[in-house]
Each structure stands twice: as C-alpha cells, then as structure tokens.
C-alpha cells in the first residue's frame, strides 16, 4: 500500500470534505486581510471643534421652489372663503364699455381682422422718396413717421399671429409691405438729417456774422442790418474858438440879428 505524503493539497482537500459549521463558513485566513476595512467610511472627525451654527431666521425653510409651504406661525391675511370665484354664465357676466376707438384697434386694419389676406397684404403703394419729401413740412414728417411705425406694428402683429395659428400664408406680402413702409421711415430720416445739418451751417454762419445777434436781449433785434460796415468815428482835436462858436447861438439873449462887421 502506497504511503501518503501529507502536503498542503491534501490538507485543503480534507477540509472541504468535513462537514460544513458555522465556523468553518468564514474564508480561508489568508483571505481576511483583503476583506479588511483600510480607511473609515467618513472622514469626518466624530466630534467637531465648531459648534453647530444657529440660523435665527424664522422662515428658514419656506421655499417657492420646493412647495415647502408657509410656517405654522405665518397667517395670511387672504382667506380661502372669500376668494372671487369666476363667472361660467356669460349671461350673468357683467358688460364692460370698450371705447369703440380705443388706441390698440390701431394694431389692425379697418376691419379689426386677427389675419389679413394675402390680397389684402399686397394691397399697397410705393413708398416716399426723398425728394417728395424735402417740401413736406415738419408736422407732414411727424405725421408720417409715426404712420409708418403704425404701420409697422401692425404688420409684426400679424406675423405673430400667423405662426401662433400657423396659417401658411401670407409671409411673402408681408414682407414685401414692411420693405415700402421701411423705405419711408429711411427717407424721412434722410431728409431730417439734411435739415439739420442745414441748420448747424446756418448757425456757424449767424456765429461769425455781425449783423445777427443769437441771443438779443429783450425786446433787442437779433438781425441789424449794415451792423459790420459802419465806419469808425475818427476823433479830432477842436481849437478853444471852435469850442466858443460851438456853443455860440445868433440872436439868443440880445434879441438882434447879428450884423456884418
């Protein structure tokens, strides 16, 4: 009979062959290190050096965010029973005088339609040019400009309308109105801008003109006409007989006409 030789694989056999125990459910020895903890699970220290912070805000905790709610010691002044509640009978509704030319209607057109049709988008002029413009007036230009912001208004209003309903029509009229109306308002500032720089060479020139006067006092002239040729009055010495002849009179006192000598 052959001899067995007591190694370490035989040893291991024969443990895994005894009958299983709670002790022998543990792993093997050489095993525990690797199931060791090596550090804690915090690393925070257990006691901490800085006491607690106090938060002396009564209404910590109350979020709009997270729907936290209100305090227990918070009331609102606002009580759920005497809320409004809305009118569902349009009969019962109470009817609200609308000013029929109400300053918003100027946001549509005569019809007061939320859409225009593309006809009626295309129905439209050309618009001013600067050349028109340059003999209008100062109130015809503010007339205008603000008519043509109206205008504008009314044509951005529309668009919007037409992508909430997505109606899908209409967009290339639009654009070619809001062009003309652009033009206009270009014009118009062209020609304010050549008025006003019309102006300010007027007035370098009323500057250094001495026959105009800016600011004239009251009641004063601010243009004098022949102001700058007026001549320098020269100044001579008068002799002490022109002197006696200046303020001499014939026949004042004697009551005689002077006589030839």
């Not at 699970?41 to 209100?70: E, Q």
């Not at 304010?192 to 105009?212: C, K, M, N, Q």
């Amino acid at each position: 009979m052959a001899s067995k030789h007591c190694t370490s694989r035989s040893l291991f056999g024969s443990l895994l062959q005894t009958t299983p125990h709670r002790s022998t459910a543990l792993p093997p020895p050489f095993l525990l290190p690797a199931f060791a903890q090596s550090t804690p699970f915090s690393t925070t220290s257990p006691v901490s050096s800085k006491p607690t912070k106090k938060w002396n805000n009564s209404t910590r905790g109350m979020s709009a965010i997270k729907r936290s709610g209100l305090n227990k010691r918070i009331k609102l002044s606002v009580d759920l029973a005497k809320l409004p509640r809305p009118v569902l009978d349009p009969s019962l509704r109470s009817q609200v005088q609308v000013d029929p030319n109400h300053g918003l209607y100027g946001f549509f057109n005569t019809t007061r339609d939320a859409l225009m049709s593309p006809e009626q988008l295309h129905a439209h002029g050309r618009g001013w040019t600067v050349q028109e413009l340059r003999v209008k007036s100062w109130d015809d230009l503010w007339r205008l400009w603000w008519v043509s912001a109206l205008e504008v208004n009314r044509i951005k209003t529309y668009e919007q309308e037409r992508e909430r309903v997505r109606a899908g029509y209409g967009a290339y009229e639009a654009e070619g109105r809001l062009k003309e109306v652009r033009s206009t308002q270009k014009a118009v500032r062209h020609v304010l801008t050549e008025r006003w720089y019309a102006w300010e060479a007027a007035r370098v020139a009323a500057v250094e003109d001495p026959e105009v006067d800016l600011f004239p006092p009251s009641g004063g002239r601010g243009f004098v006409p022949g102001r700058g040729n007026e001549e320098e009055d020269v100044k001579t010495e008068k002799l002490p007989f022109q002197e006696a002849l200046g303020s001499y009179q014939p026949g004042v006192g004697s009551g005689q006409q002077p006589t030839a000598p």
